[in-house]
């Protein structure tokens, strides 16, 4: 598998992405995500952080739902295999690792972006300054998920063992050179290490507006100068094709359940009918797939 970036990809800034992860920080912060309210608390200090849903309109709650959902997906999909050791990659202020050494006995390295990472450990001093008795063991580093001599040094602090390696917010920033070369990386690593590769940020492009729906106007302006919609897949099977091209393939999907997501009562009492229609006909626009190296057998199947 040939990884060597273009001088396109290698002189790319990274760095103009955190403001995003701010942003999804105070929308997570109106559900039960661990550690979201307090997070959101603590950058908005000392202005006072509100989370009151009844005030929220349906774009609000419509967003609040998609990435709850998202969240939630992951946690599905690890929990279903008995590994010790996580990498998560390009983690924003989500605190997974957190809140799972907390009853779990894991290993589990949580990166991003160095901005982001300084941030985020000033917020973790601060939720364990007393009385923090972890049953696992958390790490939180700068990485660059492109740079392959990074990812492997990561890696290699982890004990023997196979690896779970996450991703939630990152594939949709990533053109297809990177998402090739993101792929060829992982793959290396689960190849040697054995382990899953849980992927929530599968997105596909969809012909509607979702301004109606999804996107203010303010976030149109971010997802134009990050090519979001271009650099989203042009379907599912598409995007399974790009892994099993690098040698991974499916292992489970995770089943989507939005029964008890913070945003649901607010998006079905303020729904129009208009909208209602676009989100009946855009049908599905994310998966979250749980990826493994391929058997010599496997490559194409779908599980």
């Not at 967003?63 to 959902?69: A, D, I, V, W, Y």
């Not at 779970?164 to 690593?189: Q, R, W």
């Not at 040698?247 to 945003?263: E, M, P, R, T, W």
């Not at 989100?279 to 190296?293: M, P, Q």
């Amino acid at each position: 598998m040939n990884n060597t970036p273009t001088e396109e990809t290698r002189n790319r800034d990274y760095s103009s992405i955190s403001p995003s992860a701010k942003q999804l920080l105070l929308l997570k912060g109106f559900t039960e995500i661990p550690f979201a309210r307090q997070a959101a608390e603590l950058m908005l200090h000392p202005k006072e952080y509100i989370a009151n849903l009844a005030d929220m309109d349906f774009s609000f709650n419509a967003r609040l739902m998609h990435f709850e959902s998202r969240y939630r997906s992951i946690d599905e999909l690890l929990n279903g295999v008995p590994i010790s050791n996580v990498l998560e990659l390009s983690s924003g202020f989500s605190f997974r690792g957190l809140d799972l050494i907390m009853h779990k006995d894991v290993n589990y390295i949580d990166t991003d972006l160095p901005e982001v990472i300084d941030i985020k450990k000033n917020f973790i001093d601060a939720f364990t300054a007393k009385d923090f008795k972890p049953v696992g063991k958390l790490q939180t580093f700068a990485l660059n998920a492109l740079d392959e001599q990074q990812f492997k040094d990561t890696i290699n602090l982890f004990p023997p063992g196979e690896v779970a390696i996450l991703t939630e917010g990152l594939m949709m920033y990533l053109n297809p050179e990177e998402k090739k070369k993101l792929c060829g990386i992982i793959h290396n690593v689960l190849k040697e290490r054995g382990g899953y590769w849980i992927v929530a940020d599968i997105y596909i492009r969809k012909d509607i507006d979702q301004r109606n729906i999804m996107v203010t106007e303010a976030l149109q302006g971010f997802y134009d100068t990050h090519k979001i919609e271009d650099n989203k897949f042009e379907s599912f099977e598409a995007a399974e094709k790009l892994f099993n091209d690098n040698g991974l393939v499916i292992d489970k999907a995770a089943g989507g359940d939005y029964s008890n997501l913070s945003g649901l009562p607010g998006f079905l009492s303020k729904a129009s009918e208009g909208q209602v229609d676009i989100i009946k006909n855009a049908g599905k626009i994310r998966a979250t797939w749980r990826l493994k190296v391929a058997a010599s057998n496997e490559v194409g199947q779908q599980s």
